[in-house]
């Protein structure tokens, strides 16, 4: 066996995030990073073992991947049976879970809140959360003050930061389709309700959108959406995707391979993207549809890019990192054709706007994060991505980097919105690599090629675990 000892990529997060920058919204990878890192957004509590906890958001402006550093001071890193991971994110809260080795049966779940009003960022761990999220990535997180009761907001709603979790649960009794679970922050109690929907599929929530007011949409990727209102002052409502879209025998984990939804301005929009008829390249179209909980209309088809076809020249930025390949003139140009793509991911800001992962190789320790005007089927810009870690579900949006600013106190200052501070690397002129934070990075090509990526390092002071 080697005696040389290399580094677990969980234990070396990104430079990019520290201190974190005050954005409108971010990609958010979904595995923590275990990390001693603290500034202005640290959040700290204990956990069911009694062991203190920290956690740390370092947030960049896409395509750059935002992430979270998890630290237990009085534990080492390999107590932990694998890294943090987040479930949901929504407004200024976040939901993540973690496990302990000497407890392998046993999860904890935290709310992180950001901070807001007199008080700073703040931990909440919630009582017995398996018995009711049994399933992964499927549950609604919303503050309570976004809830109206009897056409005011509830008192105190936001005063103590109070919120609700609601799980949406399979059930064996034949006269009911689902177990709706809710968590109301203030009493600390789970309450369980049945909903009984006519069904016209089988439906597996892979992700759930909050559409306002308290309305949820638990999204079956391949098949509907289950529309439903937490203080059940409505019916429940079954929207299908468009007829065409609507596909059977995919398992969960494959789920978000190919598909996206996001509730922005107004509409709620799904992006889905296939291998193109001819080979060349993958068509990523857009649907929309606008209160999907109200039947005002139908899904509407957007725009449809052809990834053969995107434009990509000066100014996209990092245009370096791409791979090239030989033109019909022979000469080496930027190009999207070699690249594995997947997990497309809508923006927040601009529901024309689509993120893709993409990759020389699947095996490859550094993925690129693609920016795509749908309108104009341009290349906006290009970040790298550690891609060691990507085991099924890899990211989500969040917009919690919009309330950093509201954060009193802390270590350091946030980065105000404007020019952003090492957005992306730049051009290392001595070597013809790019640079970003420190960190040379050459364009993605295959195996083999003459120059292979070189890892991020750890930040000063990380710690490192030893892997056989």
């Not at 409505?234 to 190919?258: M, T």
């Not at 020249?313 to 003139?329: I, R, S």
């Amino acid at each position: 066996m080697s005696n040389e000892v290399s580094t677990h990529p969980s234990l070396c997060p990104p430079l990019h995030g520290h201190p974190p920058n005050n954005v409108p919204w971010v990609l958010l990878d979904l595995h923590a990073y275990v990390a001693d890192r603290e500034n202005s957004t640290s959040a700290y509590s204990e956990m069911s073992n009694g062991k203190a906890i920290r956690v740390t958001f370092c947030t960049a402006p896409p395509p750059l991947v935002s992430y979270i550093c998890v630290w237990c001071p009085n534990l080492p890193p390999t107590e932990l049976i694998m890294e943090p991971t987040i479930e949901a994110a929504e407004a200024d809260l976040v939901l993540f879970r973690l496990s302990l080795r000497d407890y392998p049966n046993q999860r904890d779940y935290f709310i992180y809140k950001a901070g807001g009003g007199k008080r700073g960022p703040w931990l909440w761990r919630v009582e017995e959360p398996d018995l009711y999220m049994p399933y992964r990535y499927s549950s609604a997180l919303l503050p309570r003050r976004d809830l109206e009761e009897g056409g005011s907001t509830s008192p105190h709603a936001d005063e103590h930061g109070h919120f609700y979790i609601a799980a949406l649960n399979l059930t064996a009794n034949p006269s009911a389709s689902f177990e709706f679970c809710l968590y109301d922050s203030m009493d600390k109690k789970w309450t369980t309700s049945t909903i009984s929907l006519l069904m016209p599929m089988t439906h597996i929530t892979a992700k759930v959108i909050a559409l306002g007011g308290g309305v949820v949409a638990f999204v079956d990727p391949w098949r509907g959406i289950l529309v439903c209102d937490l203080l059940h002052r409505g019916s429940e409502r079954y929207l299908p995707l468009p007829r065409d879209l609507i596909r059977f025998g995919f398992r969960r984990d494959e789920i978000l391979l190919h598909r996206d939804f996001a509730f922005s301005k107004g509409r709620l929009t799904l992006v889905e993207m296939h291998r193109s008829s001819d080979c060349q390249g993958w068509d990523i179209s857009t649907w929309s549809i606008s209160s999907p909980w109200e039947e005002q209309d139908s899904w509407r088809k957007e725009c449809t890019v052809n990834t053969h076809s995107i434009i990509i020249d000066d100014d996209t930025a990092n245009v370096e990192l791409l791979p090239k390949l030989q033109d019909n003139g022979s000469t080496l140009r930027p190009s999207l054709d070699s690249l594995l793509l997947a997990y497309p991911m809508l923006s927040l800001s601009d529901n024309r706007v689509v993120y893709l992962m993409g990759m020389v190789d699947r095996w490859d320790k550094k993925a690129l994060v693609l920016s795509v005007g749908m309108m104009d089927a341009r290349l906006q810009g290009v970040a790298i991505f550690d891609a060691e870690r990507i085991l099924g579900y890899t990211w989500i949006q969040s917009r919690i980097s919009n309330f950093f600013s509201m954060t009193p106190g802390g270590k350091g200052k946030l980065k105000r919105p404007g020019k952003f501070q090492v957005c992306y690397p730049h051009k290392h002129h001595q070597t013809g690599f790019t640079m970003m934070h420190g960190v040379e990075f050459g364009p993605m090509q295959r195996h083999g090629g003459a120059k292979e990526q070189q890892d991020t390092g750890a930040e000063d002071g990380d710690n490192k675990m030893a892997v056989d």
